[in-house]
């Protein structure tokens, strides 16, 4: 099987599994375009999705109902997909031990601030996932470009990094 018709899997981190690798592992899955199949989990899941990250999700007319929080030794057991690429969208994950992962995986770390941190009003919690939602879309857009077929190891990890330090340049942001 060459590049072009290979599956990768990406698997998208953060301590509670709840709003920000949840929205990742969606906009992957609708834009990976069967070259990539997503997924999320969490070093501490919260067991549950934010509700507002399913609002955000759904007003683009994601399908939502596969979504769910969970444990991030799902993807370090026996009979796990083995992994391409791990992606973390938390500090706190980012400077946690993580289990091994099967297959070796490229790993990056992509931190976006957590909205669910955000306090105030609905619609100043909703800027901040909206905002979330953006900047995850940005990176993944940028690591979809990626030629992965022909692009060595090494290069593919600074490339990798590089996108984790990308804002969202239609903001001005960084």
């Not at 992606?87 to 070796?104: H, I, K, L, R, S």
């Not at 990056?108 to 919690?125: L, R, T, Y």
Request: net charge positive.
């Amino acid at each position: 099987m060459n590049a072009r018709e290979r599956t990768y899997q990406v698997l998208f981190l953060c301590t509670g599994n709840s709003a920000r690798s949840i929205l990742a592992e969606a906009i992957l899955g609708r834009v990976g375009h069967g070259q990539f199949r997503a997924y999320s989990a969490g070093s501490f899941p919260k067991g549950r999705v934010h509700p507002m990250a399913l609002d955000v999700l759904r007003a683009r007319r994601y399908e939502t109902d596969g979504l769910r929080s969970k444990s991030w030794d799902e993807f370090a057991k026996p009979g796990a997909p083995p992994l391409d690429f791990v992606f973390t969208v938390c500090d706190n994950a980012a400077g946690e031990v993580c289990p091994t992962w099967p297959g070796q995986p490229m790993t990056a770390h992509w931190g976006i601030a957590d909205p669910a941190a955000v306090e105030g009003p609905p619609e100043i919690q909703r800027r901040a996932f909206e905002r979330a939602y953006q900047e995850l879309a940005r990176r993944i857009e940028l690591f979809l470009a990626l030629p992965l077929s022909s692009i060595d190891r090494m290069s593919l990890k600074h490339r990798l990094d590089e996108i984790g330090k990308t804002a969202d340049r239609e903001d001005g942001r960084r």
